[in-house]
DNA sequence: GTTTATTGTAAGGCATGCCTTACAAATTGT
DNA sequence: ACAATTTGTAAGGCATGCCTTACAATAAAC
């Protein structure tokens, strides 16, 4: 009853980053930016509902509850930080990262995450002796 | 018609695991190893066969095809570069890496990967400079 | 206020992937 | 050879998650 599938955390995701930018969100235009019909999205906001994570009237603008708002957050977060490993410490180009990090987040574990969080903290310190190390590396 | 869903990657790759160690591998084994009752693996291989990844006659032992076993391969390899980098530059326990690079492995792209395998590389060269800048770091 | 456009959803479909039950077929042990 | 074990699978179910078609309800534009 409380596990979220990945579907739906796609879902929660989105209304949350439109929630960030003051745009209210209504499930055709969840439909538009999730590339589903419109049907697709009536049935998993109705499951949304039913998992007392949004809070969704017909015609109204789709709202988090509390906890759909946690479960958001935790997916978002996610997202940037694997985000932020892989342009940072990977070398990967931003699209790319986002990609895969819309895939990984909803399978990869929190402290796997803490740790990536970490290693961009340390990289970024210590960013002009690592590269100069790395460019070493790879002359040899 | 060749596009392979993780789930079948899985089988794959439990299959091509039994190939290296030499154990011949059996419907039912499969389904003890994977956990998953033989009436599911039944069909799974199935599906497999229709697409041309196993070659399979009942009571008989699985076998690859030539694309199976390149497809099994591939995810064999994105496992262990995933685990190792959990492992030695994430410093996660075993048993949590091999987990989440089992959910992963079906996930990220391949570039992600070699620049992984790439950074495991620069790490263990490195090891003494990058644990003594790592301690360094946490102290402060 | 009425037409037009947008939004929502019911109905019926399809594939994946898992389950249990129950029986059939093959293999093993003695 | 025959019984016991193992293996395979058909049938019927369930949930997720996507689709199209077609219609209903609401909102927006004129």
Redesign the pocket.
Known sequence: MK?????????LEEIYIANINNKPL???????L??????????????LVAKNLII???????QLTALGLEEAKKVYEKHNTLKKFFETVLEIPQKEASENACKIEHVISQNILNKMAEFIDFYEKNKTTLEKLRKENSQK
Chains 1, 2 share one sequence.
């Open positions: 596990n979220i599938t990945s579907g739906l955390e796609d879902y209504k499930g055709a235009e969840l439909a538009r999730l590339n589903i019909s419109r049907a697709s999205v009536s049935e998993a906001l109705s499951r969704y009237n017909s015609y109204e603008t789709i």
